[in-house]
């Protein structure tokens, strides 16, 4: 299939979640999805995926690319230039050429398109999901999450509304270490949510898709892959009712 059929399928896809023009998106991903319509190599797949991205959401809109590294909480240090993501091909491919644009997180650190206010891209984050940390910007811009060829239990907002509402099955873990960002090294520590030990604390896909209503919360198919869309305002609230009956609703 061509380059423009498979900007007809993204379109129409986008558009049955409920996706518009001048929207705030973050989107996790799989690639895979691409290959069904586009056997070009993946690379071309991702600069399609990324271009075509920018145009739907227009100039007024920002999106939103995890590129989370998990190393500093084992090796105490983290080079945010050479940190590869480890959440995917398609967010390797976008830090080669726009890195700068990274946010400056030792852990979950996003790639931003797009013009912000209201958020300080200068200062290092220094807790994974607290005040100042991507994951409250989003509640309060009204971000929609997408998941594009890949399960809901990838949405990591879902941490934040677990450090939130003081899930019991997680505590907060300080982590030392050494922050590199061009030629500064910086010494932070760094607050984490961590799961307790005792628990498989692993998010289930079948409790998060219970969730699901077609309007707040979409999920429609794309070729043998399935996508869904959410707002951060209407997951919060629907995972709060569920944590309020189930304090381990997620979980199990």
């Keep these: 299939m061509s380059q423009k059929n498979l900007n007809k399928k993204l379109k129409h896809l986008f558009k049955s979640l409920g996706i518009k023009k001048n929207d705030k998106i973050i989107i996790h991903s799989n690639i895979a999805g691409l290959s069904q319509y586009y056997k070009g190599s993946k690379n071309t797949s991702c600069n399609i995926f990324i271009s075509f991205l920018k145009k739907y959401i227009g100039k007024k809109g920002i999106i939103i690319i995890p590129t989370y590294n998990y190393q500093f909480t084992k090796h105490k240090r983290l080079d945010l230039k050479k940190a590869k993501s480890e959440v995917g091909f398609f967010s390797n491919y976008l830090l080669i050429k726009n890195w700068k644009k990274r946010t400056l ?126 707002s951060c305002i209407y997951l919060y609230n629907a995972v709060k009712r569920k944590l309020k009956i189930n304090k381990n609703f997620l979980i199990v």
């Design 105 to 230: 997180d030792p852990v979950f650190s996003h790639i931003i398109f797009g013009k912000i206010m209201n958020f300080n891209l200068k200062n290092i984050n220094t807790e994974a999901f607290g005040k100042d940390s991507a994951f409250n910007f989003f509640t309060k811009e009204k971000f929609k999450i997408i998941c594009f060829c890949c399960s809901t239990d990838r949405i990591t907002f879902l941490h934040y509304i677990e450090y939130l509402l003081k899930a019991p099955y997680r505590y907060i873990k300080n982590f030392n270490g050494i922050f590199v960002n061009h030629n500064s090294k910086i010494k932070i520590n760094y607050k984490y949510n961590v799961g307790k030990k005792n628990y498989d604390y692993s998010l289930k896909e079948e409790k998060i898709n219970k969730l699901i209503d077609q309007k707040n919360f979409i999920k429609k198919h794309f070729g043998r892959f399935e996508c869904y869309s959410v």
